[in-house]
T-cell receptor
């Protein structure tokens, strides 16, 4: 079975702090994809990143960075110098190669960035 | 084409009534997915289409739920005899297979009284 766990339900930080959102996954598939989505208060899920299971290279995009470690089945997301506009619920998701593209989501982490 | 659209955005209905939601995917996307999201939870997969063919249905999709994508473009999700437990946000997403970034619509929030 596939499962995604985001142990942090809520995180609160002060603007300009760095924050890391944890994601741990379980899958029996040898090829799979990992995703992060952002859900602001408006409700629409916004795609942030996709990672293939065979590519463990970490990625940086502006203030965002992602650390994929297959050995610990983790795909953590770090926001550097957080801003109030980063306040949202963040979801980690998993899709196996042979699962038709359907996403298995974690429970989400609600990030609150205070000025 | 600016993205996935869903209508209506909000629906309030009485228990026992039927409701239908519509999703218009990004035009060149051949796959369309439906998810349900309850408060404080991540979205849960319901069903998906490749063009007009419905390829998988979750066991969450009881026989009161039916989805169609008649011409491989827009899709409808119908819930018959709604129950209070059906209250949720219903999300639609599309992607261009074989790429697998799904793009989501704004959702339809259903409230069953």
């Amino acid at each position: 079975a596939q499962k995604v766990t985001q142990a942090q339900t809520e995180i609160s930080v002060v603007e300009k702090e760095d924050v890391t959102l944890d994601c741990v996954y379980e899958t029996r598939d040898t090829t799979y994809y990992l995703f992060w989505y952002k859900q602001p208060p408006s409700g629409e899920l916004v795609f942030l990143i996709r990672r293939n299971s065979f590519d463990e290279q970490n990625e940086i995009s502006g203030r965002y960075s992602w650390n994929f470690q297959k050995s610990t089945s983790s795909f953590n997301f770090t926001i550097t110098a957080s801003q109030v506009v980063d306040s949202a619920v963040y979801f980690c998701a998993l899709s196996g190669l042979w699962q038709g593209g359907k996403l298995i989501f974690g429970q989400g982490t609600e990030l609150s960035v205070k000025p | 084409d600016t993205g996935v659209s869903q209508n209506p955005r909000h629906k309030i209905t009485k228990r026992g009534q039927n409701v239908t939601f519509r999703c218009d995917p990004i035009s060149e996307h051949n796959r369309l997915y439906w998810y349900r999201q309850t408060l404080g939870q991540g979205p849960e997969f319901l069903t998906y289409f490749q063009n007009e063919a419905q390829l998988e249905k979750s066991r969450l999709l009881s026989d009161r739920f039916s989805a169609e994508r008649p011409k491989g473009s827009f899709s409808t999700l119908e819930i018959q005899r709604t129950e209070q437990g059906d209250s949720a946000m219903y999300l639609c997403a599309s992607l261009e297979f074989p790429y697998n970034e799904q793009f989501f619509g704004p959702g339809t929030r259903l409230t069953v009284l």
